[in-house]
């Protein structure tokens, strides 16, 4: 396997970085490449962390494309059919949390408003 055409590839070594765009994973990890556009750092995503950060060093491989060293990772085969089919599903599930989120922080911000509106009735209407 060639590590400059594999689609995917595992970490030999934890990489944990405090810099935005690096991404952070654990030795034994997989890593979808995502792209290759410099020599040593390549974007990638691994645990559902996708970003414009996060690399892999050539040897090493996750919610956002990220780089990370191509030093810390080692190809690994093309996928099969079906972990194809359940790498989208997973990514399904992730989208659709996605959404059940934006809902949940739709309805506290709307309990907010009415709690916000109730308190200032009460003190409009309390005599002085």
């Given at each position: 396997?060639?590590?400059?055409?594999?689609?995917?590839?595992?970490?030999?070594?934890?990489?944990?970085?405090?810099?935005?765009?690096?991404?952070?994973?654990?030795?034994?990890?997989?890593?979808?490449?995502?792209?290759?556009?410099?020599?040593?750092?390549?974007?990638?995503?691994?645990?559902?962390?996708?970003?414009?950060?996060?690399?892999?060093?050539?040897?090493?491989?996750?919610?956002?494309?990220?780089?990370?060293?191509?030093?810390?990772?080692?190809?690994?085969?093309?996928?099969?059919?079906?972990?194809?089919?359940?790498?989208?599903?997973?990514?399904?599930?992730?989208?659709?949390?996605?959404?059940?989120?934006?809902?949940?922080?739709?309805?506290?911000?709307?309990?907010?408003?009415l709690g916000r509106s109730a308190i200032a009735d009460a003190q409009r209407d309390r005599p002085s």
């Open positions: 396997m060639d590590i400059n055409t594999a689609t995917r590839v595992r970490a030999l070594y934890t990489f944990s970085s405090n810099e935005v765009g690096e991404l952070n994973f654990e030795r034994g990890d997989m890593i979808k490449v995502l792209d290759r556009g410099f020599q040593e750092w390549w974007r990638g995503a691994c645990n559902g962390k996708i970003g414009v950060s996060g690399c892999i060093p050539n040897r090493v491989f996750f919610a956002y494309r990220q780089i990370f060293p191509v030093t810390y990772v080692e190809p690994l085969p093309e996928p099969t059919t079906a972990e194809l089919q359940r790498e989208a599903q997973e990514e399904a599930q992730v989208f659709a949390s996605l959404g059940m989120s934006r809902s949940i922080i739709s309805g506290l911000a709307l309990i907010d408003r």
